[in-house]
């Protein structure tokens, strides 16, 4: 099926309406199912079961939460600005639907195929903010605004690394295309990485995006713009209804966009491991279970760490990320001039990553106290 | 856009605007408060200028309801001081009635109480490590964990004396009744689950990177302040002083017993949820220690036989203060006649504590504060009496 051509001969805008819908429909299911996945999966780490009425084994749980939330009073703070209140949830869940449009789920499959898809989707990721100031101001809440200026704060921190990272991928397609230029276009990038996914050539870049993705997903340990037990939900507090659930809409898309993102840059998106020519089928079981396993990680993660500080958040994007996302950049930059073997970027950007595991283990352990619990495990160890 | 009217004008910064501080309004409905406790804070941005702490949303007006009850009845009210663990509150205020009257108390009821206040014990903290692990941010994960041994505690308490959190078993001259049959087996499978429960969060918690970096070194108390603040219990141990009435001023029969005093080296964030873990431990101990003894004297008297049916106690002054969950917990009566005390007053460890809370929250960052107030282990009902 070539999917890359207009559907049925249609004019291209109407092959373009159609495609958007069927991208919105999936994803709302998915986001549907991914809200139950999440619970059931948290219940489990938390030695709970979940929901469980709705349905066998509570699987109409997500639908029963939209209709209820759908039925919700829609209910707007007499403090708010009336249109940059109602008009947040749209900023904020536009950009990231447009980062939908670009992410080939198989071989050409995606609503349109760019050259610069990894440039369209952070040029469109970054207006998502403006929709969480839009909320955070626009409420008339102080939490709301505290929660927006923290989320500002730490997108402007953690974009730059992000960035930096996938120019190191970029950078080495460069090598692979044969006549050294590098390609932007997220469906040769995936194509490119028939033999051997990205991540093996560059393991620290794929720390650092998953660190950054992390961060700009608000998903714990960097939840700090929703910190529920601090600003109870951040700048989403005042909303309620579909609103609310426009928000939350948000979140679990842009969770599935950055998760199929990242499965195609650094996991090898469709082509990895069964090859460029495999059925579409296989091509988009294999893109879904990738983006899958990076969504179990994440919430892995959000149920087992507590939460960071502002100030150590930003330390760590501006001391450390930073700093050796750009080295990882010159490094690479060295190697692919001098044309040495890939098996030399593998192997610096390893001892970076592996660099990078020791940093954050040696800062915690130099300051960990273990052991005082077993000082008073028995009687008389410390004698009074 | 002035949305919010009662703020002032705090200062000229360098480059000429003016800045105003924010107050930012938590509680008494937050998930931070761990009940009804209020707090203004007062922030340049992300500091945390000031803090005004308001109390007194849970006031049932505890001493003067005791006034007005038989000495039997007013029980239940005590139970709900400490509501995380009743059973210390009953300890403290039977003591203070006993001392009152002159009643002795049985040995066995002795071990069976000192048994169920340090079970209380452990209860109370594993809701503070649960509660103080969602204060830090790790999404409810610590505070089911938390929740499974308290359960597991209560399900035991049920079976003693009808009541999970409010179990009125303690009488003045004893206990209620003895112990059901098969306590042994029960309370040493408990204090295994127990174990596994401290390992638990020594993994979820401590062997975490980010709690403790967000918790160590954070409002560093020397033992100075901390007397000069009136902080008792894990909070003053923390610092490194070592002063529990279990073994400074022994009751009960804890001079029988074997047990530490875990202490602290900072008096930090850390240090405070450390010595509460080494505590729970050592509970682990006494209990251990206490379920021996009574198997040494099973069938025993639990409750006094010689007492009357009312409890009259013709005069009388007396402070008796016992080491509670949180600190020092202490009661002072005063009896002139009749079957009611005429007067009874609760020094309250969480409320002495947390008159410290802005002098530690000063200079410190928001979500710094909200972990402050979780390590100090307030209960509301106990505050607020």
């Given at each position: 099926m070539l999917f890359a051509d207009p559907l049925f001969g249609l004019p291209s805008w109407i092959d373009a309406i159609i495609r958007i819908v069927i991208v919105v429909l999936v994803m709302t299911v998915f986001v549907i199912y991914s809200t139950y996945g999440e619970r059931k999966l948290v219940a489990r780490f938390q030695q709970r079961l979940g929901p469980m009425r709705t349905g066998p084994w509570g699987l109409w749980q997500g639908f029963a939460d939209a209709i209820k939330l759908v039925g919700k009073e829609d209910i707007r703070p007499k403090n708010a600005d009336r249109w940059v209140f109602e008009l947040a949830p749209y900023a904020t869940f536009i950009p990231v639907l447009l980062t939908l449009m670009v992410l080939p789920f198989a071989e050409n499959w995606g609503v349109r195929n760019l050259a610069l898809g990894v440039f369209f989707v952070f040029a469109v990721l970054g207006l998502n903010i403006v929709g969480i100031l839009m909320a955070g101001l626009g409420s008339g809440n102080k939490y709301a605004l505290l929660g927006a200026v923290r989320a500002a704060a730490q997108m402007i921190s953690y974009e730059i690394p992000l960035v930096v990272s996938l120019l190191c991928v970029v950078m080495i397609t460069g090598a692979d295309t044969g006549n050294g230029v590098g390609t932007l276009n997220l469906n040769t990038i995936a194509a490119l990485q028939e033999d051997r996914p990205y991540i093996v050539l560059q393991p620290l870049a794929f720390l650092i995006f998953f660190t950054a993705m992390l961060s700009e997903l608000h998903r714990a340990p960097f939840d700090i713009p929703v910190a529920e037990s601090e600003i109870v939900g951040g700048y989403f507090v005042e909303y309620s209804g579909i609103r609310w659930s426009m928000f939350q809409l948000t979140e679990y898309a842009s969770m599935w966009g950055f998760a199929v993102f990242g499965s195609v840059v650094f996991l090898g998106g469709w082509a990895w491991p069964f090859g460029v020519d495999s059925h579409w089928a296989l091509q988009l079981a294999t893109t879904f279970t990738k983006a899958l396993a990076i969504v179990v990680v994440i919430i892995w993660i959000r149920t087992t760490v507590p939460r960071l500080r502002i100030d150590q958040l930003m330390n760590f994007s501006w001391k450390v990320l930073l700093e050796l996302s750009f080295l990882q950049l010159i490094v690479n930059g060295i190697i692919l001039y001098y044309d040495w073997p890939q098996e030399l970027l593998a192997l610096t950007s390893a001892v970076g990553a592996g660099f990078l595991i020791f940093l954050i283990i040696r800062h915690a352990s130099a300051r960990s106290t273990k052991g005082l619990l077993g000082t008073y495990r028995t009687l008389g160890a410390s004698s009074s | 856009m002035s949305i919010w009217p009662e703020e002032r004008v705090h200062a000229l910064a360098d480059d000429g605007f003016e800045t105003v501080d924010m107050t930012i309004n938590v509680g008494p409905q937050h998930p931070a408060t761990h009940g009804v406790f209020r707090m203004v804070l007062t922030v340049d941005g992300e500091k945390v200028v000031d803090c005004e702490p308001y109390i007194g949303y849970l006031h049932r007006g505890l001493e003067k309801l005791t006034e007005n009850h038989d000495y039997r009845q007013a029980m239940g009210w005590w139970d709900r001081t400490d509501y995380l663990a009743g059973m210390a509150c009953e300890m403290a205020y039977c003591m203070a009635v006993e001392k009152l009257g002159n009643i002795s108390v049985p040995l066995r009821a002795e071990y069976i109480r000192v048994m169920m206040v340090e079970l209380s014990r452990i209860l109370s903290h594993f809701m503070f490590f649960g509660a103080f692990g969602a204060d830090v941010g790790s999404f409810g994960t610590s505070f089911i964990y938390g929740w499974r041994e308290r359960e597991r505690i209560y399900d035991f308490f049920e079976e003693v004396a009808g009541d999970r959190m409010f179990p009125t078993y303690f009488r003045p001259g004893g206990v209620q009744m003895d112990l059901p049959e098969n306590y042994q087996d029960r309370v040493r499978w408990l204090l295994g689950s127990i174990r596994q429960g401290l390992e638990d969060f020594d993994g979820l918690l401590v062997g975490n990177e980010i709690f403790v970096e967000r918790c160590r070194g954070l409002s560093?108390?020397?033992?100075?302040?901390?007397?000069?603040?009136?902080?008792?219990?894990?909070?003053?141990?923390?610092?490194?002083?070592?002063?529990?009435?279990?073994?400074?001023?022994?009751?009960?029969?804890?001079?029988?017993?074997?047990?530490?005093?875990?202490?602290?080296?900072?008096?930090?964030?850390?240090?405070?949820?450390?010595?509460?873990?080494?505590?729970?431990?050592?509970?682990?101990?006494?209990?251990?220690?206490?379920?021996?003894?009574?198997?040494?004297?099973?069938?025993?008297?639990?409750?006094?036989?010689?007492?009357?049916?009312?409890?009259?106690?013709?005069?009388?002054?007396?402070?008796?203060?016992?080491?509670?969950?949180?600190?020092?917990?202490?009661?002072?009566?005063?009896?002139k006649g009749g079957n009611k005390p005429y007067r009874m007053k609760l020094r309250s460890p969480s409320f002495c504590n947390l008159s410290a809370l802005r002098e530690m929250v000063i200079g410190t960052y928001v979500a710094d504060a909200i972990i402050i107030l979780g390590s100090l282990d307030i209960v509301l009902g106990e505050v607020d009496k």
């Open positions: - | 560093p108390v020397t033992p100075e302040q901390a007397i000069a603040w009136g902080l008792t219990g894990p909070c003053l141990r923390a610092t490194g002083y070592k002063f529990d009435l279990r073994k400074d001023e022994p009751y009960s029969v804890y001079p029988n017993l074997k047990f530490d005093i875990p202490t602290g080296a900072n008096g930090d964030v850390f240090d405070r949820f450390m010595v509460r873990m080494a505590e729970a431990w050592q509970s682990t101990l006494i209990v251990e220690q206490c379920l021996d003894a009574l198997s040494q004297m099973e069938g025993e008297l639990v409750l006094n036989p010689d007492l009357p049916k009312t409890l009259r106690i013709d005069s009388g002054e007396c402070y008796v203060r016992t080491e509670g969950t949180k600190g020092e917990y202490g009661v002072y009566a005063l009896a």
